[in-house]
C-alpha cells in the first residue's frame, strides 16, 4: 500500500464513506461469521451434570447427556465445531486416564460423532488434565520430560481419532509433538485426520478461569519450561515453522488479544489456516466488566472478536461463540 499519492484534505474526507449506517457496512473489510467460530466444551463424567464455571459465567463443566443438549443447541445456531476438554474422574502422576480408550473424552466423542455426524469434533490433547501434578508432560525430579510426554501424547491423540475426533490439537508444547502425531496417525491408517497445532501458546496469566474449568492447574511450579516467554515474537515465528515441518494442517496462536501482532505475523509468513485462541481470561475481563456495567459487554464481544481476526485469524476458539452467533442472526 502505498498512500503517498493520496490527495490530502480538502479534496480527501475520508468522512464521506461514514455518513450513514448503510455506507459503513458497504465499506466494513473485516466481517465476522459464525462459521469462523469453534466452541470449546468441558465434559465431565456422570449424568445430568452441569457445573457453572465460577469465573466464567455461562460456561458449564457437562455430562456428555448434557454436551449432546449443547451440540445440538450450537448446530441450531449454526456453530459447527467444537473443541472437546476432558475433565477425567481420576488422575495419576503418568496421566493414565488420558491413553484409555473409555476415557471421559473418548466416550464423549464417540457419543457425539453418533449422534452429530456432521459436527466437526476437534479434540484437546494434552496431558495436564489428567496428571496428579498438572503438567503438561510427564515429570521426573522436577523436570517435565520431552520425549517420553510427546510419546504418551501421540497414543493420547490416536485414542481420539479412534474414537472419531475429526481434528486433533496437541496443546502441551512439547518439542516434536505434531511430528510424533503424524506419524502415529498415519501408521494406524488415520492418514486423513487433520491436526491443529497449539503452536505459539505462552505462558498466559490469561489461562486462570480455565484451570478451574478443566481443573488442571500444575501443582508445582508454572509452565514457563514449555509454554512460551511473552516477550517473544520471533521465536513464536519458528515454534510454528517446525509444526509445518511436522505436518500441522492448521497452526495456532494463543492468547488472542495480547498476542495480535503474533497472529498478524503468523498470517503473513505462513500460508496455512491459521486459528487465534480468544482464551479464558479474555472472556471473563469482559463478562466482569459488562456485570458491573462498566463496558457494553455484546459491543466488546464483537469489537474483540473482529480485532481478532482482522489481525489475521481465519479461525476463532472463543467462548463467546453462541452469544456472538446469536448476534451475528439479528
Ligand atoms: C491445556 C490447555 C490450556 C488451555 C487450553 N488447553 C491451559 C494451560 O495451558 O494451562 C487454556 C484455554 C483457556 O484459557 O481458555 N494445556
Redesign the pocket.
Known amino acids: 500500500m502505498n498512500n503517498i499519492n493520496f490527495p490530502g484534505f480538502p479534496l480527501s474526507r475520508p468522512r464521506r464513506l461514514r455518513r450513514t449506517a448503510a455506507l459503513r457496512d458497504m465499506f466494513r473489510e473485516t466481517r465476522l461469521a459464525t462459521s469462523d467460530f469453534i466452541y ?1 466444551v468441558f465434559v465431565t463424567g456422570g449424568e445430568r451434570i452441569k457445573r457453572q464455571i465460577d469465573a466464567m459465567p455461562g460456561i458449564f463443566q457437562l455430562s456428555i447427556d448434557n454436551v449432546l443438549h449443547e451440540c445440538d443447541q450450537l448446530l441450531s445456531l449454526g456453530i459447527n465445531s467444537i473443541l472437546l ?1 476432558g475433565i477425567p474422574p481420576q488422575k495419576d502422576d503418568s496421566g493414565s486416564e488420558a491413553i484409555a480408550s473409555d476415557g471421559i473424552v473418548q466416550a464423549a466423542i464417540n457419543s457425539i460423532k453418533r449422534r452429530f455426524p456432521e459436527l466437526v469434533v476437534v479434540s ?1 490433547v ?1 496431558l ?2 489428567y496428571t496428579s501434578h498438572g503438567h ?1 508432560g510427564l515429570v521426573r525430579d522436577g523436570e517435565i520430560l520431552n520425549d517420553e510426554s510427546v510419546e504418551l501424547i501421540a497414543k493420547q491423540a490416536l485414542t481420539h481419532v479412534q474414537s472419531g475426533a475429526d481434528i486433533v490439537a496437541p ?3 512439547m518439542d516434536g509433538r505434531v511430528g510424533a502425531i503424524r506419524g502415529k496417525l498415519d501408521e494406524a491408517g488415520f492418514a486423513n485426520t487433520p491436526i491443529m497445532a ?1 503452536s505459539a ?1 505462552y505462558a ?1 496469566s ?6 478451574e ?2 481443573e ?3 501443582q508445582f511450579g508454572d ?1 514457563r519450561s514449555y ?1 512460551m516467554d511473552h516477550g517473544n515474537a520471533d521465536e513464536a515465528l519458528r515454534e510454528i515453522a517446525f509444526d509445518i515441518q511436522e505436518g500441522a494442517d492448521i497452526v495456532m496462536v ?2 488472542a488479544l495480547a498476542y495480535l501482532d503474533v497472529i498478524r505475523r503468523a498470517k503473513v509468513e505462513f500460508n496455512i489456516p491459521l486459528a487465534a ?1 480468544n ?3 479474555e ?1 471473563s475481563m469482559i463478562k466482569a466488566a459488562a456485570e458491573r456495567g462498566w463496558i457494553d459487554g455484546h459491543a466488546a464481544m464483537m469489537e474483540t472478536l473482529t480485532s481478532i481476526k482482522r489481525a489475521g485469524a481465519d479461525l476463532i476458539i472463543t ?1 463467546f461463540a453462541k452469544e456472538a452467533a446469536a448476534e451475528l442472526a439479528k
Open positions: 470449546p476438554f484437546d494434552c495436564c488434565a503438561c496443546s502441551d508444547m497449539y501458546k498466559s490469561f489461562y486462570g478461569p480455565f484451570r474449568a478443566a488442571s492447574a500444575p509452565r509454554q494463543k492468547p485462541y482464551v479464558s481470561g472472556y467462548y
